[in-house]
């Protein structure tokens, strides 16, 4: 049985701006402030938070989902195995964003795997007995929640777009500007994607070999678009991957 690891809570900065950041002191995609607002407050308050290393399981494919889970720090990777054998990442979660709604409805096995992706993750597990006597004493919440599982939905609909209607190097280069718009860290002279993104995670998030990413990403770097810096990707500027992916 899949258990959690030791509780902590660590904190990491976001380049988005209006988007979840616990740290920076908001919560969803809306900017709604978690500190300071009785919503927000009490949603942290609600949870138990825990601490992950990088590569470690947070809830496993077919695992009973118990509770719902809020990223408050690093980065969770969705994948889920499909019948081939191939592992196919469906998504990609920042601080703000919540999984394991399913508990809501009365559990159920999880679709996907949640692994945390790089060091300092940490999620707050919230019991749904706790956030459905949250939401009758607070209706906001429940708006709140919903917003980030449309804008989860969103993503998911927008990189499945991305992966029929492109090609490999636009749905690589499309899938970076979302990494840094929505994951990414201030850096000198651009933008730093996510500590421990390999070329095969972002292959599995695009479907595509590890051989074309690689050439992709030749490309951009070529054209001074990416570079590689401390082991981490960094785009200089993520709206000029848009014309690069047209082009």
Same mark, same amino acid.
């Given at each position: 049985?899949?258990?959690?690891?030791?509780?902590?809570?660590?904190? @990491?900065?976001?380049?988005?701006?209006?988007?979840?950041?616990?740290?920076?002191?908001? #919560?969803?995609?809306?900017?709604?402030?978690?500190?300071?607002?009785?919503?927000?407050?009490?949603?942290?308050?609600?949870?138990?938070?825990?601490?992950?290393?990088?590569?470690?399981? &947070?809830?496993?494919?077919?695992?009973?989902?118990?509770?719902?889970? #809020?990223?408050? !720090?690093?980065?969770?990777?969705?994948?889920? /195995?499909? $019948?081939?054998?191939?592992?196919?990442?469906?998504?990609?979660? @920042?601080? =703000?964003? +919540?999984? =394991?709604?399913?508990?809501?409805?009365?559990?159920? $096995?999880?679709?996907?795997?949640?692994?945390?992706?790089?060091?300092?993750?940490?999620?707050?597990? &919230?019991?749904?007995?706790?956030?459905?006597?949250?939401?009758?004493?607070?209706? %906001?919440?429940?708006?709140?929640?919903?917003?980030? &599982?449309?804008?989860?939905? *969103?993503?998911?609909?927008?990189?499945?777009?991305?992966?029929?209607? *492109?090609?490999?190097?636009?749905?690589?280069? #499309?899938?970076?500007?979302?990494?840094?718009? !929505?994951?990414?860290?201030?850096?000198? *002279?651009?933008? %730093?994607?996510?500590?421990?993104?390999?070329?095969?995670?972002?292959?599995?998030? /695009?479907?595509?070999?590890?051989?074309?990413?690689?050439?992709?990403?030749?490309? #951009?770097?070529?054209?001074?678009? /990416?570079?590689?810096?401390?082991?981490?990707?960094? +785009?200089?500027?993520?709206?000029?991957?848009?014309?690069? !992916?047209?082009?």
């Amino acid at each position: 049985m899949l258990t959690d690891g030791p509780p902590s809570l660590s904190s @990491g900065a976001a380049y988005r701006s209006g988007g979840p950041r616990v740290e920076g002191r908001t #919560l969803g995609r809306v900017g709604a402030p978690v500190y300071g607002a009785p919503v927000g407050e009490r949603v942290l308050a609600a949870g138990a938070p825990r601490r992950y290393r990088h590569g470690a399981v &947070i809830l496993g494919q077919g695992q009973t989902v118990s509770c719902l889970r #809020l990223v408050t !720090a690093g980065a969770v990777r969705l994948a889920a /195995v499909v $019948p081939s054998g191939r592992e196919v990442v469906v998504g990609l979660l @920042g601080p =703000g964003d +919540v999984f =394991g709604e399913i508990a809501l409805l009365g559990g159920g $096995p999880s679709p996907v795997e949640a692994r945390a992706l790089g060091e300092e993750t940490a999620v707050l597990a &919230i019991p749904p007995a706790v956030l459905r006597e949250l939401i009758r004493r607070m209706p %906001a919440t429940a708006e709140e929640l919903l917003r980030l &599982i449309a804008a989860r939905l *969103h993503d998911t609909a927008a990189a499945l777009e991305e992966a029929l209607a *492109h090609d490999v190097p636009t749905r690589v280069s #499309l899938r970076l500007r979302h990494l840094a718009l !929505a994951h990414g860290q201030a850096a000198e *002279h651009g933008v %730093a994607l996510p500590p421990r993104l390999t070329q095969e995670e972002i292959g599995r998030m /695009v479907g595509a070999t590890r051989e074309s990413v690689n050439r992709t990403l030749a490309s #951009l770097a070529a054209r001074g678009l /990416v570079r590689l810096q401390d082991r981490r990707y960094v +785009v200089r500027d993520p709206e000029a991957l848009v014309p690069a !992916a047209d082009g």
